[in-house]
């Protein structure tokens, strides 16, 4: 499950939106996440939401991986809901008698706690769309032509790539604990799980060593990883621009006017 | 009916929310900061990430493979983080922030770049943290964690404690450390026209039941790892110039380091003190008095009444002059060399 999640599998198939330039993609998503997170309004979230999530749906990107994605984001939005619910406002919403005190609800809580999970929604299905339609190496490339530092792009880059291979090693070293009887008690679960830890660590010196040393054969210097060269923009892209456009011209509209 | 299936189906969204998925409580997501205060955190962090980056050149000329082992560092991390922890008082799951073993490690401005990089994947892949976040997370998660686990680990060798015990305490403080910080960034930034303490104990209330034991499991962990590191491996440990050999230096440039943070911490936060002016009473007014004055007992003005003219100020001074009058008496036990003073005296008879 954990590779599903955040594998650039579906990024990798072939379809309309995975053939557009990075660039194009980041662009749109940058641009609309500053006016979702500026707008005060409940729609604007909710409309880029309700559109990216058809658009994955459409992509067939599984319900599943979509509902994992926005869990943990969610489960931070109840919990500042319930806060603002019963912090701010003066409206009183409703009161629940609880032990020797009362738990007040405020309308005003209610209405900036369902704005902020909005937002929520909308920022998370753009970066969502984002990583569903672009591969790590294409998004990384094109934060080259954002200006981002080399040094950055690198070593993310081989993070990436490394952490495939440092998860099968921890899950294998994780399954033979788990053979030995390793999480059998609590005690024993948290002594197996620092020697696990260290056994990645250790795993992950040695391989640092070996892959530079394999880098090297392969005629690596510092001054040419990542070599990266930018392509004018297609038709495609051009066309992709256009569409983008409009879609952020509609959230413009929805944020201004309703 | 209509209320049953409203009541059926806020039940299923809870227990979806919280019985299998992981409470990922120590990034911020993705649209729960206002813009300027998303700015700000990316302004606080920017410089630590710029001087990784310095370090990180200067070093590889040292250590050739510097760049694949902070890569690999790095995924580490995302490793580390992605490992779900059952926090038996909240009855979920969650993950430790893996900070802790980086800055011990590698030291805590190339963890606070490590911690960047995992954050970043992390937001693109899991949606965990976010991108306009990304800057505040890197503080919570990358500064304050990385120095808070690095001053204590350092402290601690210090004054020779076992290694397990350093790395517990390191591993305990970075998760309590990122929490904290996240507590005060969310507080800062959502409290509007409310009371910022109210909310931030209010969020850190909130994170307890999972954090608080979390924290406690990732110290074992960390432990753990490091004992078993230095029993296999201790080659690892001494070649990566890290918290292990650099032990003075390190601790000066860290003291330096939370002072600068500290500062940036109080700047931030003088804006919301000059808010909460007023609002608040000392718990002497707002209960002592309070509950004394219900029962008959209001106050009355003290004998001396020390809020007259500058009478406290002049008390402070006499208080100043008795203890640099005392201090200087005992100047010698304090400051001077036993030592050389059993000499002095030995050589005098």
């Known amino acids: ?258 | 009916m209509r209320k049953k299936m409203i009541k059926t189906a806020l039940l299923v969204l809870a227990v979806w929310l919280f019985s299998n998925q992981s409470a990922f409580a120590m990034h911020i997501s993705e649209g729960i900061l206002p813009m300027q205060w998303a700015g700000l955190w990316y302004l606080v962090a920017l410089p630590f990430l710029v001087k990784g980056i310095w370090m990180i050149k200067k070093k590889s000329i040292d250590l050739p493979h510097f760049k694949p082992l902070l890569a690999l560092m790095g995924a580490m991390i995302f490793v580390i983080s992605c490992m779900p922890v059952p926090v038996p008082t909240a009855g979920t799951c969650s993950h430790p922030a893996g900070t802790g073993i980086s800055a011990i490690l590698i030291g805590p401005i190339m963890s606070i770049f490590v911690t960047a990089i995992a954050l970043l994947i992390q937001a693109l892949f899991m949606a965990h943290g976010g991108i306009t976040t990304w800057g505040a997370d890197i503080v919570s998660m990358g500064v304050a964690g990385s120095f808070a686990a690095y001053g204590v680990f350092v402290l601690l060798r210090k004054f020779k404690a076992p290694l397990f015990v350093c790395g517990f305490a390191a591993g305990l403080l970075a998760d309590w450390a990122t929490y904290t910080v996240t507590s005060f960034e969310l507080a800062a930034a959502l409290h509007g026209q409310e009371s910022f303490w109210a909310l931030f104990w209010m969020i850190i209330i909130a994170f307890i039941p999972t954090q608080l034991p979390l924290g406690i499991l990732e110290g074992f962990m960390t432990g753990g790892m490091l004992v078993f590191v230095a029993q296999r491996r201790p080659d690892i440990l001494s070649s990566l110039q890290n918290a292990f050999t650099k032990k003075k230096r390190s601790l000066k440039k860290c003291t330096q380091v939370i002072i600068i943070l500290l500062s940036v911490l109080w700047l931030n936060s003088s804006y919301v003190f000059a808010q909460e002016q007023g609002r608040w009473v000392g718990v002497d007014v707002s209960i002592v008095e309070k509950v004394a004055a219900e029962h008959g007992r209001a106050a009355w003005t003290p004998f001396i009444n020390t809020d007259q003219g500058d009478l406290l100020l002049f008390v402070f001074l006499l208080a100043g002059v008795c203890g640099g009058f005392i201090m200087g008496l005992c100047w010698d036990r304090l400051f001077s060399n036993k030592k050389r003073l059993v000499n002095d005296k030995r050589s005098i008879q």
């Open chain 1, 1 to 258: 499950m954990i590779n599903e999640v955040f594998n650039d599998l579906f990024a990798q198939r072939e379809n309309i939106l995975t053939k557009i330039d990075a660039r194009v993609k980041i662009i749109f998503v940058l641009l609309s996440l500053v006016v979702v997170i500026t707008s005060g309004k409940f729609y604007c979230g909710l409309f880029i939401f309700c559109l990216l999530v058809s658009v994955l749906l459409f992509l067939r990107i599984p319900v599943k991986i979509i509902a994992f994605r926005l869990a943990s984001p969610l489960f931070i939005g109840m919990i500042l809901l319930g806060i603002s619910i019963c912090t701010k406002g003066t409206t009183v919403l409703f009161k629940w008698q609880l032990f020797s005190g009362q738990l007040i609800g405020y309308q005003e809580g209610l209405v900036s706690g369902t704005l902020i999970i909005s937002k929520i929604l909308g920022a998370v299905s753009l970066v969502i769309f984002l990583s569903m339609t672009t591969p790590i190496d294409k998004l990384l490339k094109a934060a080259c032509w954002l200006r981002f530092p080399r040094t950055f792009v690198e070593i993310a880059l081989l993070s990436y790539r490394y952490i495939f291979v440092l998860l099968n090693d921890a899950i294998t070293v994780w399954n033979a604990q788990t053979i030995r009887l390793g999480y059998m008690s609590f005690k024993i679960g948290l002594q197996s799980m620092g020697k696990l830890a260290g056994a990645v660590l250790i795993r992950a010196y040695d391989q640092s060593v070996a892959i530079y040393q394999s880098m090297l054969l392969r005629g690596y210097n510092e001054e040419s990883c990542p070599n990266v060269s930018f392509a004018a923009f297609k038709r495609t892209d051009l066309c992709a621009f256009y569409i983008f456009g409009l879609v952020f011209i509609s959230l413009l509209i929805i944020r201004i006017y309703l």
